[in-house]
């Protein structure tokens, strides 16, 4: 005989699944007009995780316990930490990358109020955990980009259903970052951790329950690591491109002579001569912000409030600990006028490469003392004086960077919705969906037709 008391929790644990079918249904449909915004439906505004856990389950991970199941690729266990028997496995799967594990673990503990951050251990079938793979969960505001009018009225609205017209999503790789594929220790081909996550993932979802299933921001040169994940289920569509200049120059001026157009050498220099009629400003470059995030992080908040495309908050905790956790990667480039801190950058720099992350500017002074130039003229130059091969900047703000002839970086997302007959909607409409679409500069760019 059935247990009386587990009646109504099964009649609406059932009311509750068919609920949440509508809901994402009717999500999907908003998503599919979505492209006629300049916001991608990828860019997600922040706000606090809503995806479900069992009582249980969230016990298990508060305890570093994993949830495990398994794949005929091994055994699959979700942890929210490293159990210290793993540590060697998990340095060694980022190992090879600028932003190695370290990068990570910064971001779990520093970024832990925006996103809920996971790792999948990736067993063999002799019970050999060959790869560690960060993930995490995002909820993503489908009315992002929209008009103020149509918010306004979602507003009221989510004064009594908070998460009225918001996404669940699990993604693949860095919340503050590109995505990397974590590289196995035993296993020969970087192949077997690709084929043991796309094996692995709907079953995290269904665990986390997030209708959508993003690879976040991989490099161009996974695409034929990553191809069972596009000929299988997954769609594959441009992220916003990071940019990258080759320093072969002996100064920056050698660059702007040699490599700029005209056009583009009088603009600087009217800009340089404006600049000059202020105080002098001087650069300098630290390893610790510690001294300095009073001043600093203001000017980061100031440029955040201007951004039309947010992902990811900075919080104070993680300029900190950047500087602290890779000291031998981070700099911090700071300028003053007259003593005091008008713009900060933040930079990795690893291998050959400098990774211009960050930038924060006072715009009380920015526009008129053209500081975005003035910051980027003494990185570069920084740059070449230390042997750096290459300038690495972070996506957005294409027009100046086109001007100065840096290339597109393509970076892909790879998405699937969990419900079978909405994601091959998805796979159809895919084309107006590319956050791409909505920036008329990229297609200026000489190596436009990378990212496709």
Request: contains cysteine.
């Amino acid at each position: 005989m059935a247990n009386r008391a587990a009646i109504p929790y099964k009649i609406i644990h059932h009311a509750n699944l068919f609920t949440d079918f509508l809901i994402q249904s009717f999500h999907f449909t908003l998503s599919l007009f979505s492209f006629i915004a300049p916001a991608s439906l990828f860019k997600a505004t922040m706000a606090t995780s809503c995806f479900a856990l069992t009582a249980s389950s969230i016990r298990d991970l508060s305890r570093s316990k994993p949830m495990e199941f398994q794949t005929k690729y091994g055994r699959v266990r979700i942890c929210d930490s490293i159990p210290d028997d793993l540590l060697p496995v998990w340095h060694q799967s980022f190992a090879q990358f600028d932003h190695d594990h370290r990068y990570y673990e910064l971001t779990h503990s520093s970024l832990s109020g925006q996103f809920d951050q996971y790792y999948l251990l990736l067993d063999n079938k002799q019970g050999e955990t060959q790869a560690i793979q960060p993930f995490f969960l995002v909820t993503h505001d489908l009315l992002e980009g929209l008009s103020p009018v149509i918010k306004r009225a979602a507003d009221r609205v989510r004064q009594y259903l908070p998460n009225f017209m918001a996404m669940r999503m699990l993604m693949v790789g860095s919340p503050a970052g590109e995505g990397e594929l974590a590289h196995a220790i035993s296993e020969t081909a970087i192949d077997w951790v690709s084929e043991a996550l796309h094996e692995a993932l709907p079953a995290v979802a269904k665990r986390f329950s997030t209708p959508l299933i993003v690879l976040k921001d991989f490099p161009k040169h996974y695409r034929p690591v990553l191809s069972n994940f596009s000929s299988n289920g997954y769609s594959r569509l441009p992220s916003m491109p990071a940019t990258e200049l080759k320093l072969n120059y002996d100064n920056f001026d050698h660059y702007v002579t040699t490599t700029l157009s005209k056009k583009t050498r009088q603009n600087l220099r009217k800009k340089f001569k404006d600049a000059a009629k202020f105080p002098p400003i001087t650069l300098e470059v630290v390893n610790d912000l510690e001294p300095y995030i009073d001043i600093v992080y203001p000017l980061y908040q100031q440029v955040l409030k201007r951004a039309t495309l947010k992902f990811e908050e900075l919080s104070r905790d993680y300029f900190l600990e950047l500087g602290r956790t890779m000291p031998d990667r981070t700099r911090f480039f700071l300028w003053r006028m007259e003593g005091r801190i008008v713009a900060f950058s933040v930079c990795i720099v690893n291998d050959g490469t400098l990774y211009d992350k960050y930038i924060g500017i006072d715009y009380s002074i920015a526009l008129d003392a053209h500081l975005y130039f003035i910051t980027l003229r003494d990185t570069i130059e920084w740059a070449i004086q230390n042997k750096i091969e290459t300038y690495y900047s972070a996506p957005l703000n294409y027009d100046p960077k086109r001007h100065l002839r840096q290339k597109l970086v393509p970076l892909d997302l790879y998405a699937c919705h969990t419900t079978g007959w909405i994601n091959s909607i998805f796979r159809r409409m895919v084309g107006l969906l590319g956050p791409t679409r909505h920036d008329p500069i990229l297609a200026e760019f000489e190596n436009f037709k990378d990212l496709e």
